[in-house]
């Protein structure tokens, strides 16, 4: 009999453990739902720069992409996202005189997906991007000598035409600082999907795309003023309503 008794209460208790577990399981469900329903479909838009290529144009490097991009929030969950920018490079080969450059706008159209749950201000962000530019660019050599008169003749190509077209796979991490004002970075793998250039020859760089090849990798780090609903950090009227941007 003491055995049953002890069985029962063991089983009641288990019982109410599962209960309790699935009840809290429910409601943090139900929270997140209503959550969800509370932000406005257009719930905002957002500017941002890339401080990446800002920095490699200030230090000299051999190419940078400075961009600009405009956004739009839609349910905390998509951002479609417009990019814009100039690319420049100016390369001197290591061994020669040869000299390579290039100055052109590109152009970036995409869309972002939060899979961060929660409404903290945190947002972990997968997404894709189109990207095009149709671009000139110069190649400049040292003089060769002409092999029947013994003269030099200079080799210099300007304003050859290219054109390329490629596609961006991104994920990335963003957080709120202050008020509107919102810092993050993200890592991209680049994949070429039409090029046309030039007879006399491939380019060394692409703007918007890097180093030309089938593929490369990129990465901004971006400082974002983000405009919309809870971006002042303020609670909104109603009951129960969520803080979207506030830890």
């Known amino acids: 009999m003491h055995a049953q008794r002890t069985y029962r209460y063991t089983f009641t208790l288990l019982l109410s453990l599962v209960a309790a ?16 329903r509370r932000v406005p479909f257009l719930s905002g838009f957002a500017v941002s720069a890339d401080l990446v290529g800002i920095s490699m144009k200030g230090v000299g490097a051999r ?7 405009g956004r739009l929030n839609m349910k905390e969950k998509f951002f479609p996202i417009f990019e814009i920018g100039i690319g420049d490079c100016t390369r001197k080969g290591g061994e020669n005189s040869n000299q390579f450059s290039c100055t052109s ?39 060769m000598t002409d092999p029947v008169y013994g003269t030099y003749v200079p080799l210099s190509m300007d304003d050859l035409d290219g054109r390329t077209q490629w596609l961006e796979l991104a994920v990335g991490f963003e957080t709120k600082i202050w008020r509107l004002l919102r810092l993050g970075w993200n890592l991209r793998y680049k994949m070429r999907l039409a090029q046309s250039v030039s007879e006399y020859g491939e ?13 490369a990798f990129g990465g901004t780090v971006n400082v974002v003023f983000d405009f919309g609903y809870g971006s002042w950090g303020k609670k909104h009227k109603g009951k129960g309503n969520i803080n979207i941007g506030k830890d």
């Open 63 to 69: 190419f940078a992409n400075m961009e600009i991009a």
């Open 203 to 215: 380019p060394y760089f692409v703007p918007g795309y890097g180093r030309n090849g089938v593929s």
């Open 105 to 143: 706008p590109y152009f970036r159209l995409g869309m972002d997906y939060n899979v961060n749950k929660k409404t903290n201000g945190n947002r972990f962000l997968v997404g894709a991007r189109y990207g095009i530019s149709g671009y000139g660019y110069d190649f400049h050599s040292q003089d």
């Open 21 to 36: 577990v699935a009840a809290a399981r429910t409601a943090k469900a139900d929270s997140l739902r209503q959550d969800a």
